[in-house]
């Protein structure tokens, strides 16, 4: 496969790019009012979610685009999906790594949730969060649209800071301060620099270059372990790169004992690599989009299991295929393109096909017509004779609390073993039958 070193990551559409990106080179030259000249430019671009909070979309790729937020709202989808899941109440020091912060809500909605003491047992406690994204245009962005929250302002400032500190840009303009307890670091690289330079691992020099810039890390170990790593790219179908199973290979253990990942992506291959790496995985909150995903080493902090189908499509089928992305580099095309031929490779041979959802009909049969027959071609290349036989319930006994497959198997009580389970049946029958 041809490689592209180029690599362009999916970001705002570029029409409103270059709106803030002549907002800073006026106000660099002097237009003071320049920020709320550029706001009346977007004016036309700017999405209004259903909390009020505003957003807007990706650039367009293969004739599609996204917005940033959920159209149900872009505050409380960060609220509902990453930051109440995420088990933070009551901790003195709350470590936070925000991958793709974009415009801030994430980060502002941590604040706003975790300072309030009608909510949080503790008062005012140790906040870091550490944010990294890609685009300072966005991050800029953030500073001319009008905060939906106090705490944005906080944020406002640190993302200023740090533009100014690189000489994007050469007036402060905010006067908010930020509180003594709340610490916020703006990182902007590309993410999986930080498992390439292993920037929060111990033992390195804790800093990383890019370009002009030398973007330090506090030299505290405490900050190296996450409480929570909040991953919110656009989708795995249009950026890829940070869905990887290297990459999620590299931030899951820079999870606490007791941390979570979380993501609004409810893929099958997201998921599959997540269990691969040692995770216990389970359904988010569902909000706007689909219910999103939960991964933590502690069992006990996985509330939700997946639904019985789709740890089906997870343990079974060529659509938990994982994005591989080996070192780190590959643009989102190469990554996708690379996964697509490996699934071509799997289905039929060690994966059942995910077209038409094949592994959710295992002991459970439907009545005769297209779909059945479909499914029965497919199961019959691994020598499953029909929807309902003995090896169909082999495969799917560990998703049931009594044992049906005649083994006297114990009920497995989590999501992750059951699909490593799963599929390791399905071998043991592709095994015999070879």
């Known amino acids: 496969m041809k490689e592209n070193n180029d690599y362009k990551p999916l970001k705002v559409q570029e029409k409103v790019l270059d709106i803030v990106r002549e907002c800073f080179k006026n106000e660099n030259s002097g237009v003071m009012d320049a920020r709320q000249i550029a706001l009346k430019e977007l004016d036309e671009f700017l999405v209004e979610t259903g909390d009020g909070s505003f957003t807007f979309q990706s650039e367009c790729r293969e004739d599609s685009s996204e917005t940033m937020h959920t159209f149900h709202g872009g505050l409380e989808e960060s609220l509902e999906k990453y930051v109440k899941p995420s088990h933070l109440i009551g901790k003195d020091d709350v470590h936070i790594m925000d991958i793709c912060s974009g415009l801030g809500y994430t980060a502002a909605v941590c604040l706003e949730y975790l300072n309030n003491d009608t909510i949080n047992t503790i008062k005012n406690p140790n906040i870091c969060i550490e944010m990294v994204e890609i685009s300072p245009l966005t991050l800029a962005a953030g500073l001319i649209i009008p905060s939906p929250l106090k705490s944005h302002e906080i944020v406002k400032k640190a993302i200023e800071d740090q533009l100014f500190s690189i000489g994007f840009l050469k007036h402060r303009m905010i006067t908010q301060e930020i509180p003594s307890n709340i610490q916020l670091n703006v990182h902007i690289i590309d ?122 499509m997870v343990a079974l089928s060529d659509a938990a295929i994982p994005f591989r992305d080996i070192k780190l580099e590959n643009s989102g095309f190469e990554i996708a393109e690379r996964r697509k031929n490996e699934r071509a490779k799997a289905r039929n041979k060690y994966k059942l096909a995910s077209t038409v959802k094949s592994p959710v009909y295992l002991f459970n049969d439907i009545k005769e017509g297209r779909l059945r027959r479909r499914i029965l071609k497919d199961f019959k290349k691994f020598g499953i004779e029909d929807l309902v036989c003995e090896k169909s319930k082999f495969i799917v006994c560990p998703q049931y609390e009594e044992c049906i497959c005649g083994n006297e198997c114990e009920y497995i009580d989590n999501s992750s073993e059951r699909v490593i389970e799963m599929e390791k049946r399905l071998n043991i029958i592709i095994k015999n039958q070879d």
């Open 191 to 312: 993410a999986r620099e930080i498992v390439k330079n292993s920037m929060f691992k111990p033992g390195n020099d804790n800093s990383v270059k890019t370009g002009s810039e030398n973007l330090v890390v506090g030299s505290d170990k405490q900050n190296r372990k996450f409480d929570a790593i909040l991953l919110v790219p656009f989708s795995p179908g249009v950026s890829p790169e940070l869905y990887s199973i290297d990459f999620l290979k590299g931030i899951s253990p820079l999870l606490k004992n007791d941390g979570m990942l979380l993501t609004y992506t409810s893929s099958s291959a997201v998921r599959y690599s997540l269990i691969e790496l040692g995770l216990y995985v389970g359904e988010g909150p569902s909000f706007g989009r689909s219910g999103g995903t939960l991964a933590s080493p502690c069992k006990d902090y996985i509330e939700k299991p997946l639904l019985s189908r789709d740890e089906r």
